[in-house]
Protein backbone atom coordinates (compact mmCIF):
# COMPACT_ATOMS: atom_id res chain seq x y z
CA UNK A 1 0.00 0.00 0.00
CA UNK A 2 3.16 2.32 0.44
CA UNK A 3 3.75 5.20 3.54
CA UNK A 4 0.60 6.67 4.50
CA UNK A 5 0.60 10.53 3.66
CA UNK A 6 -1.34 13.16 5.79
CA UNK A 7 -2.95 15.58 3.31
CA UNK A 8 -2.98 19.47 4.17
CA UNK A 9 -6.15 20.02 1.97
CA UNK A 10 -7.59 23.75 0.30
CA UNK A 11 -9.26 25.18 -2.45
CA UNK A 12 -8.21 27.96 -4.62
CA UNK A 13 -5.62 30.41 -2.32
CA UNK A 14 -7.86 29.20 1.02
CA UNK A 15 -5.08 28.73 3.72
CA UNK A 16 -4.13 25.39 4.60
CA UNK A 17 -4.11 24.06 8.14
CA UNK A 18 -0.80 24.28 8.93
CA UNK A 19 -1.10 28.02 8.81
CA UNK A 20 -2.37 28.48 12.20
CA UNK A 21 -1.21 27.84 15.63
CA UNK A 22 -4.16 24.97 16.27
CA UNK A 23 -2.33 22.51 14.23
CA UNK A 24 0.14 21.93 16.68
CA UNK A 25 -1.94 19.11 18.46
CA UNK A 26 -2.58 16.59 15.00
CA UNK A 27 0.96 17.80 14.18
CA UNK A 28 2.60 16.26 16.67
CA UNK A 29 0.47 12.99 16.27
CA UNK A 30 2.18 12.67 12.40
CA UNK A 31 5.54 13.32 13.42
CA UNK A 32 5.57 10.46 16.19
CA UNK A 33 4.24 7.98 13.56
CA UNK A 34 6.70 9.38 11.06
CA UNK A 35 3.93 10.43 8.62
CA UNK A 36 5.16 12.70 5.62
CA UNK A 37 2.78 15.94 5.99
CA UNK A 38 1.63 17.54 1.99
CA UNK A 39 0.54 20.66 1.38
CA UNK A 40 -2.25 19.89 -1.68
CA UNK A 41 -4.83 21.53 -3.46
CA UNK A 42 -6.37 18.28 -5.63
CA UNK A 43 -6.85 15.05 -3.31
CA UNK A 44 -4.86 11.86 -5.44
CA UNK A 45 -6.45 8.52 -5.74
CA UNK A 46 -5.47 6.59 -2.63
CA UNK A 47 -6.49 3.80 -0.83
CA UNK A 48 -5.71 5.51 2.71
CA UNK A 49 -4.85 8.74 3.72
CA UNK A 50 -5.06 11.46 6.52
CA UNK A 51 -6.52 14.80 5.43
CA UNK A 52 -6.36 17.50 7.51
CA UNK A 53 -8.81 20.96 6.50
CA UNK A 54 -8.96 24.24 8.43
CA UNK A 55 -13.12 24.12 8.84
CA UNK A 56 -13.54 27.87 9.22
CA UNK A 57 -12.08 28.45 6.01
CA UNK A 58 -13.75 25.63 4.40
CA UNK A 59 -16.89 26.29 5.94
CA UNK A 60 -19.64 26.66 2.65
CA UNK A 61 -17.46 24.71 0.42
CA UNK A 62 -18.29 21.13 2.30
CA UNK A 63 -19.89 19.71 -1.27
CA UNK A 64 -16.38 20.08 -2.49
CA UNK A 65 -14.47 18.82 -0.26
CA UNK A 66 -16.81 15.89 0.67
CA UNK A 67 -15.78 15.16 -3.63
CA UNK A 68 -12.72 15.86 -3.10
CA UNK A 69 -12.55 12.89 -0.09
CA UNK A 70 -14.27 10.73 -2.17
CA UNK A 71 -10.70 10.65 -4.58
CA UNK A 72 -9.05 8.56 -1.27
CA UNK A 73 -11.03 4.93 -0.43
CA UNK A 74 -10.33 5.37 3.39
CA UNK A 75 -9.75 8.55 5.29
CA UNK A 76 -9.18 9.87 8.81
CA UNK A 77 -9.98 13.52 8.57
CA UNK A 78 -9.19 16.50 10.85
CA UNK A 79 -11.26 19.47 10.81
CA UNK A 80 -9.43 22.13 13.17
CA UNK A 81 -9.87 26.04 13.63
CA UNK A 82 -13.25 25.99 13.49
CA UNK A 83 -14.20 27.55 16.75
CA UNK A 84 -17.89 28.70 15.61
CA UNK A 85 -18.50 25.27 14.50
CA UNK A 86 -19.51 26.77 11.36
CA UNK A 87 -18.25 23.78 8.87
CA UNK A 88 -21.00 21.79 8.24
CA UNK A 89 -20.08 18.40 9.18
CA UNK A 90 -23.33 16.29 7.98
CA UNK A 91 -22.27 17.56 4.41
CA UNK A 92 -19.48 15.48 4.17
CA UNK A 93 -20.63 12.16 2.68
CA UNK A 94 -17.94 9.69 2.36
CA UNK A 95 -18.52 5.22 2.45
CA UNK A 96 -14.87 4.93 4.65
CA UNK A 97 -14.38 7.87 6.49
CA UNK A 98 -13.71 8.84 10.79
CA UNK A 99 -14.17 12.55 11.32
CA UNK A 100 -12.00 14.53 14.35
CA UNK A 101 -13.25 17.59 15.53
CA UNK A 102 -11.33 19.93 17.27
CA UNK A 103 -13.70 23.02 18.89
CA UNK A 104 -16.15 20.63 19.65
CA UNK A 105 -19.19 21.76 20.61
CA UNK A 106 -22.73 19.47 21.46
CA UNK A 107 -23.69 18.66 17.33
CA UNK A 108 -20.23 17.06 17.32
CA UNK A 109 -20.95 14.12 20.07
CA UNK A 110 -21.27 11.54 17.59
CA UNK A 111 -17.71 12.41 15.93
CA UNK A 112 -14.71 11.79 17.50
CA UNK A 113 -13.16 14.94 19.48
CA UNK A 114 -9.63 16.47 20.01
CA UNK A 115 -8.39 18.71 22.53
CA UNK A 116 -6.56 22.07 21.02
CA UNK A 117 -3.72 21.37 22.09
CA UNK A 118 -0.58 23.70 22.66
CA UNK A 119 0.40 26.02 19.88
CA UNK A 120 2.20 25.22 16.87
CA UNK A 121 5.18 27.37 17.25
CA UNK A 122 4.98 27.29 21.58
CA UNK A 123 8.87 25.37 20.96
CA UNK A 124 9.99 28.53 19.76
CA UNK A 125 10.30 30.11 23.05
CA UNK A 126 10.08 27.64 25.84
CA UNK A 127 11.98 28.62 28.87
CA UNK A 128 14.61 26.28 30.76
CA UNK A 129 12.92 24.63 33.37
CA UNK A 130 11.90 27.18 36.38
CA UNK A 131 11.81 26.75 40.33
CA UNK A 132 8.07 27.32 41.38
CA UNK A 133 8.09 30.84 42.68
CA UNK A 134 3.93 31.04 43.08
CA UNK A 135 1.20 29.66 43.83
CA UNK A 136 -0.96 31.32 40.90
CA UNK A 137 -0.13 33.10 37.56
CA UNK A 138 -2.66 34.77 34.99
CA UNK A 139 -2.25 36.54 31.87
CA UNK A 140 -4.75 37.46 29.19
CA UNK A 141 -7.23 39.35 27.34
CA UNK A 142 -10.28 40.43 30.08
CA UNK A 143 -13.12 40.86 27.37
CA UNK A 144 -15.86 38.92 28.41
CA UNK A 145 -17.81 37.78 31.94
CA UNK A 146 -15.81 34.92 32.57
CA UNK A 147 -12.35 36.62 32.33
CA UNK A 148 -14.04 39.28 34.57
CA UNK A 149 -15.29 37.19 37.13
CA UNK A 150 -11.69 35.64 37.26
CA UNK A 151 -9.86 38.91 37.82
CA UNK A 152 -12.13 39.87 40.72
CA UNK A 153 -11.26 36.30 42.43
CA UNK A 154 -7.86 37.17 41.86
CA UNK A 155 -8.11 40.66 43.54
CA UNK A 156 -10.18 39.44 46.58
CA UNK A 157 -7.60 37.13 47.72
CA UNK A 158 -5.14 40.18 46.69
CA UNK A 159 -2.65 38.14 43.69
CA UNK A 160 -0.14 40.36 42.57
CA UNK A 161 0.86 37.98 39.87
CA UNK A 162 -1.40 38.54 36.68
CA UNK A 163 -1.93 40.91 33.90
CA UNK A 164 -4.84 41.61 32.45
CA UNK A 165 -4.85 42.87 28.77
CA UNK A 166 -7.16 44.37 26.10
CA UNK A 167 -6.88 42.04 23.14
CA UNK A 168 -5.19 38.72 22.41
CA UNK A 169 -1.57 39.01 22.46
CA UNK A 170 -1.10 42.47 23.51
CA UNK A 171 0.68 41.49 26.92
CA UNK A 172 3.99 40.28 27.64
CA UNK A 173 6.60 38.61 24.60
CA UNK A 174 5.32 35.33 24.64
CA UNK A 175 8.92 33.99 26.24
CA UNK A 176 8.14 35.87 29.14
CA UNK A 177 4.71 35.02 29.73
CA UNK A 178 5.72 31.01 29.29
CA UNK A 179 8.87 31.52 31.60
CA UNK A 180 6.07 33.30 34.43
CA UNK A 181 3.62 30.43 33.32
CA UNK A 182 6.77 27.78 34.45
CA UNK A 183 7.17 29.21 38.00
CA UNK A 184 3.65 28.98 39.11
CA UNK A 185 1.58 25.84 40.29
CA UNK A 186 -1.47 26.76 39.15
CA UNK A 187 -2.71 28.75 36.15
CA UNK A 188 -6.53 29.14 35.78
CA UNK A 189 -7.67 28.80 32.09
CA UNK A 190 -10.83 30.96 31.58
CA UNK A 191 -12.87 30.51 28.61
CA UNK A 192 -11.78 31.63 25.67
CA UNK A 193 -13.58 32.97 22.80
CA UNK A 194 -15.58 32.01 21.20
CA UNK A 195 -14.73 28.25 22.41
CA UNK A 196 -14.23 27.36 26.14
CA UNK A 197 -10.93 25.67 24.98
CA UNK A 198 -8.01 27.91 24.62
CA UNK A 199 -3.95 27.55 24.08
CA UNK A 200 -3.60 28.51 27.88
CA UNK A 201 -4.54 25.33 29.26
CA UNK A 202 -2.29 22.89 27.53
CA UNK A 203 0.53 25.42 27.60
CA UNK A 204 -0.28 25.66 31.58
CA UNK A 205 0.14 21.51 31.45
CA UNK A 206 3.81 21.82 29.40
CA UNK A 207 5.14 24.55 31.89
CA UNK A 208 4.16 22.09 34.61
CA UNK A 209 1.72 23.26 36.17
CA UNK A 210 -2.00 22.47 36.76
CA UNK A 211 -4.67 24.43 34.55
CA UNK A 212 -8.15 25.08 35.97
CA UNK A 213 -10.59 24.37 33.06
CA UNK A 214 -13.86 26.72 32.95
CA UNK A 215 -17.04 25.12 32.89
CA UNK A 216 -18.90 28.30 30.70
CA UNK A 217 -18.06 30.02 28.25
CA UNK A 218 -17.44 33.33 27.30
CA UNK A 219 -21.25 34.26 27.29
CA UNK A 220 -21.73 32.64 30.90
CA UNK A 221 -22.96 29.56 28.99
CA UNK A 222 -22.80 25.83 31.24
CA UNK A 223 -21.25 23.14 28.41
CA UNK A 224 -18.50 20.38 30.29
CA UNK A 225 -16.29 20.49 27.23
CA UNK A 226 -13.59 18.76 28.98
CA UNK A 227 -16.01 15.46 29.63
CA UNK A 228 -17.08 15.72 25.77
CA UNK A 229 -13.36 15.83 24.49
CA UNK A 230 -11.66 13.66 27.60
CA UNK A 231 -14.59 11.84 28.52
CA UNK A 232 -13.74 9.97 31.20
CA UNK A 233 -10.43 10.35 34.16
CA UNK A 234 -9.96 14.23 34.01
CA UNK A 235 -7.42 14.99 36.42
CA UNK A 236 -7.57 18.08 36.14
CA UNK A 237 -9.93 20.60 38.63
CA UNK A 238 -12.73 22.82 36.77
CA UNK A 239 -15.10 25.49 37.76
CA UNK A 240 -18.37 27.26 36.77
CA UNK A 241 -17.80 29.88 39.19
CA UNK A 242 -14.39 31.53 39.57
CA UNK A 243 -15.38 33.43 42.91
CA UNK A 244 -14.66 29.78 44.07
CA UNK A 245 -11.05 29.83 43.16
CA UNK A 246 -10.07 30.05 46.72
CA UNK A 247 -11.35 26.74 47.54
CA UNK A 248 -10.16 25.41 44.78
CA UNK A 249 -6.71 26.70 45.19
CA UNK A 250 -6.81 25.32 48.72
CA UNK A 251 -7.74 22.13 47.88
CA UNK A 252 -5.01 21.73 45.02
CA UNK A 253 -2.04 23.10 47.15
CA UNK A 254 -3.17 20.39 49.36
CA UNK A 255 -2.16 17.90 47.17
CA UNK A 256 1.00 19.77 45.44
CA UNK A 257 3.33 18.35 43.33
CA UNK A 258 2.00 14.85 43.68
CA UNK A 259 -1.17 16.16 41.65
CA UNK A 260 0.99 17.74 39.07
CA UNK A 261 2.66 14.96 38.19
CA UNK A 262 -0.35 12.62 37.75
CA UNK A 263 -1.36 15.30 35.30
CA UNK A 264 1.96 15.45 33.52
CA UNK A 265 1.97 12.24 33.24
CA UNK A 266 -1.75 11.72 32.27
CA UNK A 267 -1.42 14.58 29.07
CA UNK A 268 2.05 12.66 28.31
CA UNK A 269 -0.37 9.25 27.61
CA UNK A 270 -3.04 11.10 26.17
CA UNK A 271 -0.83 12.43 23.24
CA UNK A 272 0.49 8.53 22.50
CA UNK A 273 -2.80 7.16 22.70
CA UNK A 274 -3.93 9.52 20.14
CA UNK A 275 -1.04 8.87 18.30
CA UNK A 276 -1.85 5.08 18.14
CA UNK A 277 -5.47 5.70 17.73
CA UNK A 278 -5.40 7.73 14.36
CA UNK A 279 -2.81 5.21 13.55
CA UNK A 280 -5.74 1.88 13.74
CA UNK A 281 -8.14 3.73 12.38
CA UNK A 282 -6.09 4.44 9.13
CA UNK A 283 -5.14 0.81 9.25
CA UNK A 284 -8.31 -1.02 10.19
Same mark, same amino acid.
Given at each position: ?????????TINKLPFANR????????????????????? $???????????????????? $????????????????????????????????????? $??????????????????????????????????????????????????????????????????????????????????????????????????????????????????????????????????????????????????????????ILSKYPNNMH??????????????? $????????
Open positions: MGEIKAFLFKDDFGFVKEAFEKNNVEIVEI $KHLPEEERSFVVISGSDLAG $KEKEVSRELNNIKKVVLFITSDELGIFDIEKISHPDI $KIWKQYPNETHFKFFRMPLGAPKTMHLDVPKYSQKKNDIFFAGQVTHPRRGELVEALNSMEVKNYLGTKGFMQGEHRSVYYKKMSEAKVVPAPAGHPSIDSFRFYEAIEMLAIPIGDLKDSQDRYFDIWTSIFVTNIPFPTTDNWNNLPKIMKNQLVAWWIKYKRDFAN $KIMEQINE
